[in-house]
């Protein structure tokens, strides 16, 4: 039911829109003209004042004749950056990439093309299916900040189909972590290295005693990061303050926490020890989930893979997606892989085979009975 061609003319416009994160107006206007060429209305969210972004997540349910609960396919229009004039090139072998020192943007305008290709092969089969609804959501990558200001209370279906993981087409992800950045800065007090450096109180000797106390690296489900370090002003002056930033992810949210509070007693027990004090702020942006790999959505998922001749696999991932908050919201939902390789980087890619199987699993999805 998919057409090859319309698929592949579809990816490569959705490409060519520049969507940065917070800046998705673009590609918000050519998915809504789409959509209502289908017949389909989209309703417009007010994320973008909320976020500092230029247009709102994207809702839109599509009535079904079967007399199902329905399903919800979800994908995100941002990119991450370098992503401005992209242009994508096929190479005879039919595989995808830019053209030039971008992105591609199959992350995620891979899984926006299956799920606008499904739709539209539907229409035109005129095969019965299911309630549907969709939802096109603003900067994902930026922690997922455009789902989290989305009216969850408008949302029918309990489960759903999120297309947003690297890997081959027929992978699926049904458990990601909670993911908590923190920021800490240590003050301590100055004085000239030289002539006084009794005077002062040290913030960098202070911090960095501090991160050799801290448990860094993954241990099985709990990763601990500090990504930045900065302190300091001159080389003939005690530093007077020094702020570092890091990052927590874990498959348990209660350890997530927990190991944010240890970082957090380390810091405070290294300032008091000298004489210095700290300020600590920290953001929780996704909360771990696992969708149980027994239930409906994901044995729905397997059961349409073998039709279609496709290798089903599950796995976790370390990453954070729109799924982590349809989670909390009690949805049900698993991440499918949608045809992109090498995601956030220039060397990102797809090939048309790969479309076409992300594309063929939505439609079967949409037009299951089960």
């Not at 349910?61 to 370098?82: I, K, Q, W, Y």
């Amino acid at each position: 039911m998919i057409n090859q061609s319309r698929l592949l003319s579809l990816f490569e416009q959705l490409i060519s829109f520049d969507s940065p994160s917070f800046g998705e107006r673009s590609i918000c206007n050519f998915i809504k003209e789409r959509l209502l060429k289908l017949g389909i209305i989209p309703q417009e969210d007010h994320a973008a004042a909320k976020i500092g972004g230029s247009c709102g997540n994207l809702y839109a349910f599509v009535n079904g004749a079967l007399r199902l609960p329905p399903l919800l396919f979800c994908s995100h229009m941002d990119t991450v950056e370098p992503a401005l004039g992209k242009k994508m090139q096929t190479d005879k072998n039919g595989v995808i990439t830019s053209k030039g020192n971008t992105i591609l943007g199959a992350d995620d305008c891979a899984g926006i093309a299956a799920i606008l290709e499904a739709l539209t092969a539907l229409q035109q089969s005129d095969i019965p299916h299911r309630p549907l609804e969709l939802l096109f959501t603003v900067a994902e990558e930026a922690y997922c900040k455009g789902i989290q200001e989305f009216d969850f209370t408008i949302l029918k279906s309990r489960q759903a189909y999120v297309f947003d993981l690297t890997g081959p087409v027929g992978q699926a992800a049904y458990q990601a972590p909670t993911i908590i950045s923190f920021e800490a800065t240590v003050y301590g007090h100055a004085a000239h290295a030289g002539f006084s450096p009794e005077k002062g109180v040290h913030a960098i000797q202070v911090t960095a005693e501090a991160i050799t106390q801290i448990p860094l690296g993954k241990n099985q489900d709990t990763a601990v990061n500090i990504g930045t370090i900065l302190g300091g002003t001159t080389n003939n002056i005690v530093p007077d303050r020094c702020k570092i930033t890091g990052e927590i992810r874990s498959y348990s949210n209660p350890k997530a926490l927990k190991r944010l509070q240890q970082i957090t007693n380390i810091l405070y027990s290294t300032a008091k020890k000298y004489g210095a004090k700290v300020d600590i702020q920290s953001t929780r942006h996704c909360t771990a989930y696992l969708t149980n790999p027994e239930h409906p959505v994901v044995k729905r998922f397997e059961n349409i893979c073998i039709q279609l001749g496709l290798q089903s696999s599950l796995c976790k991932t370390f990453g954070g997606s729109d799924n982590n908050t349809l989670a909390l919201h009690g949805v049900h939902g698993i991440v499918l892989a949608t045809a992109m390789n090498n995601c956030h980087s220039c060397k990102e890619y797809t090939t048309e085979q790969e479309l076409y199987r992300a594309a063929s699993l939505a439609f079967s999805l949409m037009a299951s009975e089960i």
